[in-house]
């Protein structure tokens, strides 16, 4: 009988069992942990949507503007859980991209750590924590389409930041390892401090979301990500793989001119399931995955 793909298997010791390997380098139980959890919670929330079906869920809660004057094309249903579907529907994607970056952190984890690592393979906590950034992107921006309250906007709006905030964070935990010249560990690892910056930093423009431009600092936090990309390509002595970099760059591309398109009502009617903005989340989702995958790709330079 042939053997298998090496690609496809690991390199466990001798007498133990081979482990099949399917994409990302992840095995088959963590594929089944990301699409079983998304399965799961499709399934909890069809069973929310049917229960509430015909049935005001939404009565006594402040609502949106967009409530009553549309931004999208999407038709809303005032009286139903998920006033939209597509746009709530699609916020799914963000949750698959978190669900991988938490089985890959897990991953990292269990894995001893190499001298090749880059600093995501060798820092799993930064991992979990654009994973769950990701989760919570998907969760405020379905509950401010399924609800279109004000509350839920300020949420939808606020959990765009912490995915970036954590890109930042690698970028700035890459370089700080470069220049670390430390003879002996650091009391305080310094991704516990990256982290609380970003904790921190998340909860303050939710906090003040009403009192500044969304715009203005959606605009602050890609451009602040670019610059890192170029002081990487730069300064790295490292290589990194741009083409994550690139991808990630027209996937974002082509989600804005799906969204404005949507905006137009120039994409597609009010009743269809293939909405712009429902490929905006898809297509963020993507962008955000491909600048994870950036991360992940850093190698030592030969």
Same mark, same amino acid.
């Given at each position: 009988?042939?053997?298998?793909?090496?690609?496809? $298997?690991? &390199?466990?010791?001798? #007498?133990?069992?081979?482990?099949l390997?399917l994409?990302?380098?992840? %095995?088959?139980?963590?594929?089944?942990?990301?699409w079983?959890?998304?399965? =799961?919670?499709?399934?909890?929330?069809? @069973?929310?949507?049917?229960?509430?079906?015909?049935?005001?869920?939404w009565?006594?809660?402040?609502?949106?503007?967009? +409530?009553?004057?549309?931004?999208?094309?999407?038709?809303?249903? /005032?009286?139903?859980?998920?006033?939209?579907?597509?746009?709530?529907?699609?916020?799914?994607?963000?949750?698959?991209?978190?669900?991988?970056?938490?089985?890959?952190?897990?991953?990292?984890?269990?894995?001893?750590?190499? %001298?090749?690592?880059?600093?995501?393979?060798? $820092? %799993?906590a =930064?991992?979990?924590?654009?994973?769950?950034?990701?989760? *919570?992107?998907?969760? #405020?921006?379905?509950?401010?389409?399924?609800?279109?309250?004000?509350?839920?906007?300020?949420? &939808?709006?606020?959990s765009?930041?912490?995915?970036?905030?954590?890109?930042?964070?690698?970028?700035?935990?890459?370089?700080l390892?470069?220049? &670390?010249?430390?003879?002996t560990?650091?009391?305080? %690892? =310094?991704?516990? +401090?990256?982290?609380?910056?970003?904790?921190? @930093?998340?909860?303050?423009?939710?906090?003040?979301?009403?009192?500044?431009?969304?715009? $203005?600092? *959606?605009?602050? +936090?890609?451009?602040?990500?670019?610059?890192?990309?170029?002081? &990487?390509?730069?300064?790295?002595?490292?290589t990194?793989?741009?083409?994550?970099?690139? /991808?990630?760059?027209?996937? *974002?591309? /082509?989600a804005?001119?799906?969204?404005?398109?949507?905006?137009?009502?120039?994409?597609?009617?009010?009743?269809?399931?293939?909405?712009?903005?429902?490929?905006?989340? #898809? *297509?963020?989702?993507?962008?955000?995955?491909?600048?994870?995958?950036?991360?992940?790709?850093?190698?030592?330079?030969?």
């Amino acid at each position: 009988m042939p053997l298998p793909p090496k690609s496809l $298997t690991s &390199d466990p010791p001798p #007498g133990s069992p081979v482990t099949l390997r399917l994409g990302f380098g992840l %095995p088959l139980r963590d594929h089944a942990f990301v699409w079983g959890g998304l399965a =799961l919670l499709a399934l909890v929330l069809l @069973t929310f949507s049917c229960a509430y079906q015909g049935k005001s869920a939404w009565t006594g809660w402040v609502e949106s503007r967009e +409530l009553r004057q549309p931004s999208y094309a999407e038709r809303i249903y /005032a009286e139903h859980l998920f006033r939209t579907r597509s746009n709530t529907w699609s916020n799914l994607a963000f949750v698959v991209v978190g669900f991988y970056a938490l089985a890959l952190g897990g991953r990292d984890l269990r894995r001893p750590a190499g %001298p090749a690592d880059g600093y995501v393979l060798a $820092t %799993p906590a =930064l991992s979990l924590l654009f994973g769950l950034a990701c989760c *919570l992107l998907g969760f #405020g921006s379905g509950f401010y389409h399924a609800s279109l309250s004000r509350w839920g906007q300020q949420l &939808d709006v606020a959990s765009m930041y912490p995915p970036l905030l954590v890109c930042i964070a690698l970028h700035l935990g890459r370089w700080l390892r470069r220049f &670390d010249r430390a003879a002996t560990p650091r009391p305080i %690892p =310094l991704w516990t +401090l990256l982290a609380a910056l970003v904790v921190v @930093t998340s909860y303050l423009l939710y906090r003040f979301k009403w009192s500044m431009s969304s715009a $203005t600092v *959606l605009t602050t +936090l890609i451009l602040i990500t670019a610059g890192g990309a170029l002081g &990487d390509a730069v300064f790295a002595r490292r290589t990194l793989r741009f083409r994550w970099l690139a /991808a990630s760059t027209l996937a *974002l591309a /082509a989600a804005v001119v799906c969204r404005q398109l949507d905006i137009a009502g120039k994409f597609s009617g009010p009743d269809a399931w293939l909405q712009g903005h429902a490929l905006w989340h #898809g *297509l963020t989702a993507l962008s955000l995955a491909c600048a994870y995958a950036y991360h992940r790709s850093e190698r030592p330079a030969r």
